[in-house]
C-alpha cells in the first residue's frame, strides 16, 4: 500500500475532474488523477472508452457559457467549437497548469473504501491492482457514458443491427440503411438529422413532443438570448412566453409538421438545440413516430398502430450515471437509482468524498465544473484546517439535501432529468457555499 | 492598437474587453505568468487576477478598485482643464511632466508622443468604486515617488485594500520608462524571486510529488 498523506484521488480526467484537479492544487491541497483511458478530456476525447461524441459532434452550448471562466476558449474558435476544438482546449488547460503530470492514465479505479477517517482507493492497470490510502476523494467519473438500455417485448425477433448510442461514431453506421431513431435528447436529435443526409428512410420515436430550439436566434447563439433575459430579472411565465413566441414565429407550430405536441412548458425538459430536425422532418426525410409498441423481425410498431420496416434501430435512450467502485451502500443515498446529495456534490455520510459532475445543466457545463472544483476544494482546505467547522458545514448543508435547483420550473419525472439544473439557481448556491466556507 | 474584446470601436470598449483580451493572451502561454501591470491596466489586472490563478501579480502606480478620491482632487487642481474633458469622456491627455521626473526632455516627449488614445468606459471605471474579492496569488504593490497622477494616498489605499504594503521606488508615474527603470525592474525581479518558488504552477503540486504507480 502507498499512503498519499495530505492528498486527495480525483477519478475521472474529463472536465470535472481536471477543474477538481486544478482546484484542489490551486489552494495548496496536493491531489493525484487517474483516468481508465489513455488520454484526458473523458466524453470529449474521440474513440476513448467512454467518449459518447460522433464524428459531426460540436457544442450544444455557446462558447462563452461552456467555458471554463479563468481559461476561455480562443477568439478563433466558432461559437460552438467541433469536438475536435474541445479537446484540444482541454489539452491545453491541462498543459497550462501543470495538471497532466499529476495524473495516471491507463488506470481504472475499481475500489474506494472508507478506512479509518481516510480511503483506501486501489487501482486497476492490466489485471493488476494496487491500493493507495488518501485523504479525500473526487468522483468525477461522469454520468453520461453508461447505456441506458430500454427493454421492448419482441426487441429479441428483430432480425436487423440494434446499436446504442453510445457506440454510434459517425454517419457511415447509417448509410443506404434504413433506420429507426429512439429517443429525443440532443444525441438522438442528431442521429435522426444525421440518417436523413445519410440513410435511405428515417424514422424518429419520441416518448412525448418537444421544443426543438434553433442554435442561433436574432444573430446569437440562443443560450446568450436565455441569460440576457435572465440578467434582466425577467420572470420565468414571461420568458417561457418570450421563447414560445420566437419559436411559433420562426418555425411555427411543431404539430403542423407532423411532430407531436409538446406536452409541457418550456423549461420543464432539458432544452433541445437543433435547427435542422424540424427542416427534415419538413422534407419528409424523417418521419415523426410516437412511442414503440412492440418489435418484430422486420421492424417495430408504434403506439398508433403504424409500422416501420428498419435495418437497423439506434436507441438513443441516455446513460446513467454507475459507481461500481464505492463499496458502502451508503455512501451516496442513492435509493431508487439516484444520489440525494446536497448541492448534488456532497456525501452525507463522509465529509471527505464529493462528486463533481453530476448535474445536466440547461446550459453550459464546464462553468459550473470549475465552480464545482473550486467549493470541492474549498471545503477540503477547510476541512484540514478546522475539521471541527467543516463537520457543522456539512451537517448544515445535509439539512437541506432535498433542495433541487429547478428555476422555478417543475421537470418531467425521468431518469433524464435526475440530475437537471437551471444554471443560475445552482451558480448561486454554489457561490453561497463557498461564502459559507470563507465565513 | 486594435480596439480591445473584439470590439470595432474603441469608444465602445469597456474594462471588461481588456480583461478579455489579457487573458485570451495567458491562455496561450505554457504556464501561469507574472502578470505586471501599470496604472489603469493594474484596474485590468486586479479584475483578472480575483478569477485568474496567476504566478504572481505587480501593480505598479496602481489605480485602487475602491476608487481614486486623491487623484481626482489632485488632478483637477493640476489640470482642471484636461481633467473635465476627461470625465466628459476624452482621452486623459499627459505631458511629459505629468509622467516623468528623470528622463532628458526630448526622450520623454518621444514617449508622450507615442500615447494612444483610451476608452472613456475603461477611465470611467477608474471613477467607479467597486468591491473585489481576494486575488488569487501574492501581489506586490509599487508607488513612484515622484508619481504627479496617481496620489500617494490612493497607492496606499490599494496596497491596503489588498492586505499588503506599497513598496516606493524612484521615478514618476512611467515607472518602467523614466531614468531609474533600471532600479525598478531589479527591485520587481527581486520580488519575483523571493516570491515565485521554483517547481509547478499551481502550490498544491508542489507539497507532493506526483503519484509513481509500479502495478506488480
Ligand atoms: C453528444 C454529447 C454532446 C454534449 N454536448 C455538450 C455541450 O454542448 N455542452 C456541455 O456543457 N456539455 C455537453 N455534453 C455533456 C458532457 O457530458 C459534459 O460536457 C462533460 O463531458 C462531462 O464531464 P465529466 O468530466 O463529468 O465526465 P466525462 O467527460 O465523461 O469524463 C469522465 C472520465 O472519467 C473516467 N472514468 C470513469 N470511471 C472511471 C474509473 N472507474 N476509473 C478511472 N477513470 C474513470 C472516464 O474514462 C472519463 O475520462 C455533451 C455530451 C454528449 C454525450
Known amino acids: 500500500m502507498i499512503d498519499r498523506p495530505g492528498c486527495v484521488a480525483v477519478i475521472g480526467a474529463g472536465p470535472h475532474g481536471l477543474s477538481a484537479l486544478k482546484a484542489l492544487l490551486q489552494v495548496g491541497i496536493p491531489a493525484d488523477g487517474f483516468d481508465r483511458a489513455d488520454d484526458l478530456g473523458g466524453n470529449w476525447n474521440f474513440g476513448g472508452p467512454t467518449s459518447r461524441v460522433y464524428e459531426s459532434t460540436h457544442l450544444i452550448s455557446s462558447k462563452p457559457f461552456t467555458q471554463f471562466p ?12 467541433s469536438h475536435r476544438q474541445v479537446k484540444a482546449y482541454f489539452d491545453a488547460y491541462a498543459a497550462h497548469f501543470g495538471l497532466r503530470e499529476r495524473i495516471t492514465f491507463n ?54 443491427e440494434i446499436l446504442h448510442s453510445a457506440d454510434y461514431k459517425g454517419a457511415d453506421q447509417l448509410r443506404d440503411r434504413r433506420v429507426l431513431v429512439v429517443g429525443a435528447g440532443n444525441t438522438g436529435c442528431d442521429i435522426a438529422v444525421e440518417a436523413a443526409q445519410n440513410a435511405t428512410a428515417t424514422y424518429h420515436s419520441t416518448r412525448r413532443g418537444y421544443y426543438y430550439n434553433p442554435k442561433f436566434v436574432f444573430g446569437k447563439p440562443s443560450d446568450q438570448i436565455a441569460d440576457q433575459l435572465l440578467a434582466m430579472r425577467i420572470p420565468l411565465p414571461l420568458r417561457r412566453a418570450a421563447f ?32 435542422q430536425l424540424v427542416y427534415y422532418v419538413g422534407h419528409g426525410d424523417i418521419t415523426p413516430k410516437p412511442d414503440v409498441d412492440h418489435f418484430d423481425a422486420d421492424g417495430a410498431v408504434f403506439s398508433d398502430g403504424s409500422r416501420a420496416d428498419v435495418d437497423l434501430v439506434v ?31 456532497a456525501s452525507p455520510k463522509y465529509p471527505t468524498l464529493w462528486l463533481s459532475g453530476l448535474i445536466q445543466p440547461d446550459s453550459g457545463q464546464w462553468t459550473i465544473a470549475h465552480w464545482q472544483g473550486m467549493a470541492i476544494a474549498a471545503f477540503l482546505r477547510l476541512q484540514r484546517d478546522d475539521p471541527a467547522a467543516a463537520a457543522r458545514l456539512h451537517g448544515h448543508i445535509n439539512a437541506h439535501r432535498q433542495q433541487r435547483f429547478t428555476g422555478g420550473a417543475h421537470y418531467k419525472e425521468s431518469t433524464r432529468h435526475f440530475y437537471e439544473i437551471a444554471h443560475q439557481d445552482y451558480l448561486q448556491a454554489l457561490q453561497d457555499f463557498l461564502g459559507e466556507v470563507a465565513a | ?124 471605471a477608474m471613477l467607479r468604486p467597486e468591491r473585489l474579492g481576494p486575488l488569487l496569488c501574492p501581489v506586490l504593490v509599487v508607488g513612484a515617488e515622484d508619481d504627479r497622477l496617481v496620489a500617494a494616498a490612493d497607492v496606499e489605499r490599494c496596497a491596503r485594500a489588498l492586505g499588503t504594503q506599497p513598496l516606493w521606488v524612484p521615478g514618476g508615474h512611467d515607472v518602467m520608462l523614466d531614468g531609474s527603470w533600471p532600479d525598478v525592474l531589479d527591485t520587481i525581479l527581486d520580488w519575483v524571486d523571493a516570491t515565485c518558488p521554483p517547481g509547478p504552477p499551481l502550490s498544491g503540486a508542489r507539497e507532493l510529488p506526483p503519484l509513481e504507480v509500479t502495478v506488480e
Open chain 1, 70 to 81: 479563468d481559461f476561455p476558449m480562443p477568439d478563433s474558435y466558432p461559437d460552438y467549437p
Open chain 1, 107 to 160: 488506470t481504472s479505479v475499481v475500489r474506494v473504501e472508507a478506512v479509518d477517517q481516510r480511503w483506501d482507493v486501489t487501482i486497476e492497470r492490466d489485471g493488476r491492482q494496487q491500493t493507495l490510502r488518501y485523504d479525500g476523494v473526487v468522483v468525477a467519473n461522469g454520468h453520461n457514458w453508461f447505456p441506458k438500455m430500454p427493454t421492448y417485448p419482441g426487441l429479441d425477433d428483430f432480425g436487423g
Open chain 1, 315 to 345: 436507441f438513443a435512450t441516455g446513460y446513467l450515471a454507475v459507481f461500481p467502485f464505492l463499496t458502502d451502500p451508503d455512501a451516496l443515498d442513492a435509493a431508487g437509482g439516484r444520489p440525494r446529495l446536497a448541492l448534488q456534490m
Open chain 2, 1 to 124: 492598437m486594435a480596439a480591445p474584446g473584439g470590439q470595432n470601436d474603441l469608444r465602445r470598449a469597456t474594462l471588461r474587453d481588456y480583461v478579455h483580451d489579457v487573458l485570451q493572451v495567458i491562455t496561450t502561454l505554457p504556464q501561469p505568468p507574472v502578470v505586471i501591470a501599470h496604472s489603469l491596466g493594474t484596474l485590468v489586472a486586479q479584475r483578472l487576477l480575483q478569477r485568474y490563478p496567476a504566478r504572481a501579480g505587480v501593480l505598479m502606480t496602481p489605480i485602487p478598485a475602491g476608487g481614486i478620491p486623491g487623484t481626482v482632487v489632485q488632478g483637477m487642481r493640476r489640470k482642471p482643464v484636461d481633467f473635465t474633458k476627461a470625465v466628459l469622456g476624452a482621452t486623459l491627455r499627459f505631458s511629459a511632466d505629468d509622467l516623468f521626473s528623470d528622463l532628458p526632455p526630448e526622450v520623454a516627449r518621444g514617449y508622450v508622443s507615442r500615447i494612444g488614445r483610451e476608452s472613456p468606459w475603461a477611465q470611467y
Open chain 1, 244 to 275: 414560445g413566441a420566437t419559436l411559433r414565429t420562426t418555425m411555427g407550430k411543431f404539430e403542423k409538421f407532423g411532430l407531436q405536441k409538446p406536452d409541457h412548458a418550456f423549461f420543464e425538459t432539458h432544452p433541445i438545440v437543433n435547427q
